[in-house]
């Protein structure tokens, strides 16, 4: 019973199954490094990276409301959505990095190249993370479809 448990609560690799690429560690077929800056970023600091950016956003959006005179629950929200979508498409194409992402020490790099995203790219990751499941589904390098969408990816800065 102990190796029955053991090799589905222990996870794929415990019951043979490969969880890294080829090559080892995430993101080693695109050239980036196994640990340190440039290095694929995790889960939990992209999460991180997330909240506050929606807590930035929640906030431009609820400032933007405060000058509506009785704003109703679209407008509520179709503020908060416009000013993350905005922040997404203004700060990845001059940054880099959105404000989470600098507090938590990230950035969104293009693969091909390593630059940064242009503003249509950058767009289209925006309106992808908003619809929130491309962000939720990740491929064996990490990557949620926003950033396969428009080749790029998270690093750690």
């Given at each position: 019973?102990?190796?029955?448990?053991?090799?589905?609560?222990?996870?794929?690799?415990?019951?043979?199954?490969?969880?890294?690429?080829?090559?080892?560690?995430?993101?080693?077929?695109?050239?980036?490094?196994?640990a340190?800056?440039?290095?694929?970023?995790?889960?939990?600091?992209?999460?991180?990276?997330?909240?506050?950016?929606?807590?930035?956003a929640?906030?431009?959006?609820?400032?933007?409301?405060s000058?509506?005179?009785?704003?109703?629950?679209?407008?509520?929200?179709?503020?908060?959505?416009?000013?993350?979508?905005?922040?997404?498409?203004?700060?990845?194409?001059?940054?880099?990095?959105?404000?989470?992402?600098?507090?938590?020490?990230?950035?969104?790099?293009?693969?091909?190249?390593?630059?940064?995203?242009?503003?249509?790219?950058?767009?289209?990751?925006?309106?992808?993370?908003?619809?929130?499941?491309?962000?939720?589904?990740?491929?064996?390098?990490?990557?949620?479809?926003?950033d396969?969408?428009?080749?790029?990816?998270?690093?750690?800065?």
């Amino acid at each position: 019973m102990a190796r029955w448990t053991g090799t589905w609560l222990s996870g794929l690799a415990a019951a043979g199954v490969e969880v890294t690429p080829e090559g080892g560690w995430r993101g080693s077929r695109f050239g980036l490094p196994q640990a340190g800056p440039g290095s694929i970023a995790g889960f939990g600091p992209r999460l991180g990276a997330v909240c506050i950016d929606l807590a930035v956003a929640a906030l431009v959006g609820g400032l933007v409301n405060s000058f509506l005179a009785h704003p109703d629950v679209v407008s509520r929200q179709g503020a908060g959505i416009a000013a993350l979508v905005l922040l997404y498409a203004t700060l990845l194409p001059t940054l880099g990095q959105t404000i989470g992402m600098r507090l938590v020490g990230l950035r969104v790099i293009r693969l091909a190249g390593g630059g940064l995203l242009g503003v249509g790219p950058a767009l289209l990751r925006a309106v992808l993370v908003v619809l929130t499941l491309p962000a939720l589904f990740t491929d064996r390098d990490g990557r949620g479809w926003h950033d396969k969408a428009v080749g790029s990816a998270i690093v750690r800065a």
